[in-house]
């Protein structure tokens, strides 16, 4: 079993494209990877976890549902919300680190994939030197996981 975990912004650029997204993971299975863990955060994540889940449907993979805590979703648009709660049924296991919000529990969950997987693939804005993918990436590269970028 290989595990990558995938961490990325919130917003996504205009050039931002899917199709390059998927190529990136497709990547990631031809290399052996296995096992995806998701941070369920809007934006990238559940991108992400969306396109995993479809290509559950040619591969033999597993998605893992990291949350933060149990209530993430609940400042979520209604809309969001259904794509988070329709992933998570997508999802072949789910680790939940606190009941409820908490301060610095998004970092925690952070770590925890990191510290879970065998690399990381990230949709990061080199120009963003702050908050939680910056975050992320800098803690894998400081754990000596190999980091792929999503361009």
Same mark, same amino acid.
């Given at each position: ?8 912004? %919130? ?14 993971l497709? @990547? !990631?299975? =031809?290399? *052996? ?8 955060a ?39 919300? %259904? ?15 606190y @009941? !409820?919000? =908490?301060? *610095? ?15 990381v ?31």
């Amino acid at each position: 079993m290989r595990i990558c975990a995938v961490t990325g912004h %919130r917003v996504l650029r205009g050039d931002f494209s899917k199709e390059r997204l998927a190529e990136a993971l497709k @990547e !990631r299975i =031809k290399a *052996g990877t296995d096992t995806f863990l998701c941070g369920m955060a809007l934006g990238f994540d559940l991108l992400c976890g969306e396109t995993i889940a479809l290509l559950k449907e040619t591969y033999p993979l597993r998605l893992v549902a990291c949350i933060p805590c149990a209530d993430q979703s609940s400042k979520f648009s209604p809309s969001a919300r %259904r794509r988070y709660e329709a992933l998570l049924r997508q999802c072949d296991d789910c680790v939940t680190l606190y @009941e !409820r919000y =908490k301060n *610095g529990c998004m970092f925690e969950r952070n770590r925890f994939m990191v510290e879970h997987c065998d690399e990381v693939l990230a949709y990061w804005q080199k120009d963003l030197k702050k908050g939680g993918t910056y975050y992320t990436v800098q803690y894998a590269l400081r754990m000596e996981k190999p980091v792929y970028f999503v361009e």
